[in-house]
């Protein structure tokens, strides 16, 4: 069964270093998300992409971060310049065009910033 | 009010038990409701999703909407220890509409063997 991809699993970084977290999406699906998660706290919603193009974007995702496709299978959430409020789990998310709603997460990686 | 609430619990039943696990929400513009198991430090997995009013059902899972008030509910019959996990609402508009999720904070299950 195709799956959502992420690496690193766990990524530990100082504040104010830059981070890139990666995913592979399920291979025929076009709409790619980014949410996070902070400890005990609600799943948020980041950012959708679609077309090579943010589609939406939430409060949360301003200028500190981007998101890119540098490649046919990877998507990326880049974070310039690290905070510690940054700390959560970062999941990745993939849904086919028609379906927006059926989204499928990845494992998630664990940012750590100290 | 905040958009989407859902009883944190925990919520600890015996093995074989029926589960009622529920959400409320306040956006009347929410049309697809869903529902994701989440194991501890783990991804979310789609368990099942509905469309606007009714029920749908698959296997142990039924999952309930109700519009006019508001409030969705999952039902797990026969519940296992595997269904040990934090189940999560969440909720979008009509497609074509936004395409963010909206989670409810999570229901922690433990079933006991």
């Known amino acids: 069964e195709p799956e959502v991809t992420q690496t690193p699993s766990h990524q530990v970084t100082q504040m104010g270093q830059e981070v890139i977290l990666r995913c592979v999406p399920i291979?025929?699906?076009?709409?790619f998300y980014w949410y996070r998660q902070i400890l005990g706290q609600k799943v948020e919603f980041l950012v959708s992409f679609y077309n090579n193009e943010i589609s939406e974007k939430s409060e949360i995702f301003d200028d500190q971060f981007s998101v890119e496709r540098p490649d046919g299978s990877n998507f990326t959430l880049k974070i310039r310049s690290t905070k510690l409020e940054d700390s959560a789990m970062y999941f990745c998310a993939s849904s086919a065009t028609n379906r927006v709603y059926e989204q499928y997460f990845g494992p998630g990686t664990r940012l750590t910033v100290t | 009010q905040k958009e989407v609430e859902q009883d944190p619990g925990p919520l600890s039943v015996p093995e074989g038990a029926i589960v009622s696990l529920n959400c409320t929400y306040s956006n009347s513009a929410f049309q697809y409701f869903m529902w994701y198991r989440q194991y501890s430090r783990k991804g979310p997995e789609l368990l099942m999703y509905t469309y606007s009013s009714g029920n749908k059902e698959d296997g142990r899972f039924t999952a309930q909407v109700d519009k006019s008030s508001k409030y969705i509910s999952l039902f797990i019959r026969d519940s296992q220890p595997s269904d040990s996990a934090t189940y999560l609402c969440a909720m979008t508009p009509t497609q074509g509409g936004s395409e963010k999720l909206v989670f409810g904070k999570g229901t922690k299950l433990t079933v006991n063997p």
């Open positions: 291979s025929n699906h076009l709409y």
